[in-house]
């Protein structure tokens, strides 16, 4: 099936020992997290590779499982170490997951940078949702959640649950592993998310077991904080995370 437009992978190959990776969130585009990637592909080499069951149609996502989004992340991470000696991820929303699902495997990479990442959801139906599933097909989107009104995600107009279970299976995974991150890690949050709740930054923050930890509340942007107000000090804060670690 042909790809749609805004979900494509991005690539970007520098002079540099540094090699960053970008993941996108579940049900969003690669297109999200574009705006961190392209700044951070003027200095280091990024890879932004597009998740299965993303770009296609929302159903997709019904018929992919948690590992093999893993198995993209681990694709596109492999093809920075033929080019960097310096690995660092940073992701948004259930890219996040991803990127602790990879830290807590991977004593190599350097440095976490996490924007909003999903790790608990608070919601009444997710306890009947291995049930709910097998019988709804899909909820309401949960694209194009900013203040900026001038910015609008590219995301499926709808939620697939088969595929949300599957992102929660992985946050459970992840949950347990925590305290085997000991690398420096950088926590992006807003105070005001529709989407993932404010307890995950912290929950994440103080069960890491890395000494070199930040914890930065956003103010002015909503969940796809990549695209909203604060997309400048996260991009700037990242690289400054990046140069400082390195």
């Known amino acids: 099936m ?16 540094v090699g960053v990776l970008v993941l996108q969130g579940y049900t969003g585009s690669t297109s999200s997290v574009r705006p961190l990637g392209d700044y ?21 996502l019904n018929r992919v499982h948690w590992e093999d ?6 694709t596109a991470l492999a093809l920075l170490k033929r ?23 991977h004593r190599e990479i350097n440095g976490i940078v996490l924007v909003n990442h999903l790790l608990i959801l608070k919601n009444p139906l997710l306890p009947i949702l291995p049930i709910l599933k097998l019988i709804v097909p899909a909820v309401k989107a949960i694209a194009s959640d900013m203040m900026d009104p001038t910015q609008k995600e590219i995301g499926y107009d709808h939620t697939p649950l088969k595929g949300l279970a599957e ?6 995974i992840v949950k347990r592993g925590l305290a085997d991150i000991r690398k420096p890690i950088l926590i992006f949050k807003s105070k005001d998310d529709h989407v993932v709740p404010v307890d995950g930054a912290p929950y994440t923050y103080e069960r890491v077991s890395s000494r070199d930890k930040e914890l930065v509340w956003l103010t002015n ?26």
């Open 83 to 105: 080019r960097a000696k310096r690995i660092f991820i940073a992701g948004l929303s259930m890219g996040g997951t991803i990127s602790l699902y990879l830290a807590e495997r």
């Open 40 to 60: 951070l592909g003027k200095f280091y080499n990024v890879e932004g590779p597009r998740l299965s069951g993303h770009g296609t149609r929302w159903q997709d």
């Open 69 to 74: 989004w893993v198995a993209d992340a681990e």
């Open 2 to 17: 042909e790809l749609m437009k805004g979900w494509e992978p991005f690539s970007y190959t520098k002079k540099s020992d």
């Open 167 to 172: 992102t929660m299976k992985m946050a459970s």
């Open 221 to 246: 942007s909503r969940h796809v904080a990549t695209m909203d107000y604060d997309k400048t000090i996260i991009m700037e804060r990242t690289r400054g995370f990046i140069e400082r670690v390195g």
